[in-house]
């Protein structure tokens, strides 16, 4: 038993050096790409944008007649009106109703890279309003943070991807390869 011991020890050693070497030999595949110049950003207007766009009760419910279409079709309109240079120089698709993808073409050929957020929120819990330091839909910005239901899953991430195309249009800035934007409206 112990020759065995000795055995599988020696081995699992042998497979570590050899797993270690190698991954010392390989190099990495990560590209170099020349960094851009910095952006500036208008952090009162992105926590304004942010703030509005949670406003609107994108609610995603079970059942999809329970969905309230005005409050989709509110936050459409309102992305429009905040990042027109999105708005004129992607193209975007509506699917299923309220979910959006752009297009932003690429100035080469390469595979597009596909960024990825949620419209929706999901509801609160009945009763629970009392428990909340803002109320889920103001929207406020109180002490230096963004309160409402989307502040952190997943509106944020929506409005900061749009944020960065509108900032990166305004710079002349072309992507090598096609860019899609998918935002879901039903998680």
């Known amino acids: 038993m112990r020759k065995l011991a000795l055995v599988l020890g020696a081995a ?64 459409i309109d309102y992305l429009q009106a905040r990042f027109p240079r999105v708005h004129a120089a992607l193209t975007r698709e509506t699917v299923n109703d309220y979910s959006l993808l752009y297009t932003w073409s690429g100035s080469g050929s390469g595979k597009p890279v596909l960024l990825l957020a949620h419209l929706d929120v999901v509801p609160i819990e009945d009763g629970s309003e009392a428990q909340w330091t803002q109320p889920p839909f103001a929207g406020a910005i109180a002490d230096g943070f963004i309160w409402g239901r989307g502040a952190l899953d997943d509106k944020n991430s929506v409005l900061a991807i749009l944020e960065a195309v509108e900032l990166l249009l305004a710079a002349g800035v072309q992507p090598a390869r096609p860019v899609i934007l998918a935002f879901g409206h039903d998680e």
């Open 12 to 75: 699992g050693l042998a497979l570590a050096g050899v797993l270690g070497a190698r991954t010392l030999r390989s190099g990495t595949r990560q590209p170099v790409v020349a960094a851009l110049p910095p952006v500036a950003v208008d952090a009162d207007r992105a926590a304004q944008t942010l703030a509005g766009a949670l406003r609107l009760q994108t609610v995603s419910h079970q059942d999809p007649a329970a969905i309230d279409a005005a409050q989709f079709r509110g936050l």
